[in-house]
């Protein structure tokens, strides 16, 4: 089974930043960045990127190269960014949201890395004996006398533009690499396929890690809008809310949990700023529909709501779905639509073959947007980048390791990973399954399921709940579940919490919750 996305011709050297260019050429004085109270032009960001674009080529590092990025959302950043890509090489991004430790061992990840930009406040978390680390606040006077004008640089659609951080099947952090054409792609259909514009102001609101954060910060210079950045290293949901009030902003690029605290926001408060949207593109996790159909369906909601499926390996996101034509029922999942342009789905078995027609599969992504691979990988992740061929032509695909299947209306529904089961007392459970179920009780506003382990190593599901009202009662909940799963698949605790905590990519944090259990049973004296 092959879902084909719209083929789109694409410019003979598909390449991000020529695109932002352009928009400097066409409107050098518009307003291309808010931070704060800065505010920073198209010619101004242009001048800025272009002496830091020949300061990396002084250096000897161009096309080819690989430049960390250890900043606070900032024109710096940006600066940094589009600067490492005019000079011919990629950026990749060392989130200052994660603890130093993290930082190090994403570092010794990284092969030949050419030097880090960071900041006063991040450049001891990124200190290396084998990598040179330049301060921001050091570049003014060393970019100086450096042209304003764009290097002469050949960069083509080949080229890596960057490479975000994603666990492998080991769990250890690969480094998977981002070719122009592909990202360039990935934008050109979001501007022509959603009628993006110079009007199409952004607000990123997701952490710099992340590989959804990494369109979100470049997809508004792309279209010649305006980029509103928040000056907060972590998610702050009031703050967010405040500047989609307060500025012209159009767009939001989010994970789905982060969605759901902005809806609450607004709920708890009355207000509108996330109605009066044009988008919110949105996805990275199962959609929980509960959590925001009440304020889907309030009156004058012109927010569309895109529900998004992509991975990091290639460009983020393939496929999209206009949540206005779900109507759910009791079993459904809300679909991920169709394929991005120049863009595949293959539905295949274990052998690689295409399944029939509504049968379920391994979801593989074809196309212009697959990535370039794991740099520096030689294990097992490397092997998920495979050729298959259809029609006698060879196509280079990627193996998700995700389960769906094509509905009747022809959009693609994820099911959940191919490895996500787990097997308890016996029997394999998916735990986004009974997720699910628990989402639909009027009492629970949102829930998570988790394996934990017994004192005598047998695994055991734990939820952890967060009520819509009053806490809820274990066996209440607990019989409530009988009458519709089996009984190996309800769970043997249910721990009432707050709030599910979020990773500082916005999804839901299991480990978290696995060690607040582990805390909870220490504190009391009482066996996890």
Not at 269 to 296: C, H, S
Not at 410 to 439: C, F, H, N, S, Y
Not at 465 to 490: H, I, S, W, Y
């Amino acid at each position: 089974m092959i879902l084909q996305g719209k083929r789109v011709a694409l410019p003979s050297a598909p390449v991000v930043h020529k695109q932002f260019e352009a928009h400097v050429e066409a409107a050098p004085d518009a307003l291309a960045v808010v931070c704060g109270g800065e505010r920073v032009t198209y010619a101004e960001l242009d001048a800025r990127a272009n002496r830091f674009a020949h300061f990396l080529a002084a250096r000897g590092h161009g096309r080819g190269a690989k430049v960390g990025v250890c900043l606070d959302y900032s024109t710096d950043m940006l600066v940094a960014i589009l600067g490492t890509l005019k000079a011919g090489a990629a950026y990749v991004p060392f989130d200052p949201a994660y603890p130093a430790a993290r930082l190090q061992l994403l570092l010794s990840q990284v092969p030949d890395l050419a030097l880090i930009v960071a900041s006063q406040a991040t450049a001891g978390m990124v200190e290396s004996a084998a990598t040179e680390v330049v301060g921001v606040e050091q570049l003014p006077g060393r970019l100086a006398g450096l042209p304003a004008t764009a290097p002469d640089v050949q960069v083509t659609g080949d080229d890596v533009c960057y490479a975000v951080f994603t666990s492998g099947s080991t769990g250890t952090p690969k480094l998977t690499a981002v070719r122009h054409e592909g990202w360039f792609n990935l934008m050109n259909w979001l501007k022509l396929e959603y009628n993006l514009d110079s009007d199409s102001n952004n607000l990123v609101v997701s952490a710099f890690g992340f590989d959804l954060s990494q369109r979100a910060l470049m997809t508004a210079l792309f279209c010649g809008a305006t980029q509103y950045l928040m000056a907060s290293r972590n998610f702050d949901a009031m703050l967010a809310y405040r500047l989609l009030t307060e500025h012209d902003i159009r767009t939001v690029h989010c994970a789905s949990s982060t969605l759901y605290l902005l809806v609450d926001w607004e709920t708890a408060r009355g207000g509108d700023a996330l109605t009066q949207l044009d988008y919110v593109l949105f996805g990275g996790e199962p959609l929980k529909f509960e959590r925001i159909a009440n304020w889907m369906g309030r009156e004058g909601n012109y927010c569309t709501l895109l529900h998004q499926y992509g991975v990091a390996e290639c460009t983020d996101v393939a496929t999209s779905y206009d949540l206005a034509g779900h109507r759910p029922c009791d079993q459904d999942i809300a679909p991920v639509g169709r394929p991005a342009y120049n863009t595949e789905i293959h539905l295949l078995d274990e052998n690689l073959r295409g399944v029939a027609p509504g049968e379920y599969g391994e979801i593989c992504i074809a196309g212009a947007s697959v990535g370039a691979g794991y740099l520096n990988g030689s294990g097992p992740e490397n092997e998920k980048f495979t050729t298959v061929v259809v029609d006698g032509e060879p196509r280079r695909l990627y193996r998700t390791g995700d389960r769906g299947h094509v509905n009747e209306a022809g959009d693609l529904v994820v099911a959940g990973r191919m490895d996500a089961q787990v097997k308890v007392r016996g029997m394999r459970i998916d735990p986004t399954d009974i997720e699910r179920v628990l989402g639909r009780l009027a009492e629970v506003r949102e829930a998570a399921v988790v394996v934990t382990y017994t004192d005598a190593g047998e695994a055991e599901l734990t939820a952890f709940l967060v009520p819509a009202g009053a806490g809820l009662f274990e066996d209440d909940v607990r019989n409530r579940l009988l009458q519709t799963l089996p009984r190996n698949m309800v769970p043997a605790r249910f721990v009432n919490v707050l709030r599910l905590p979020l990773s500082p990519h916005g999804k839901v944090d299991r480990a978290a919750l696995v060690d607040s259990l582990k805390s909870h049973y220490a504190n009391s004296g009482t066996a996890a």
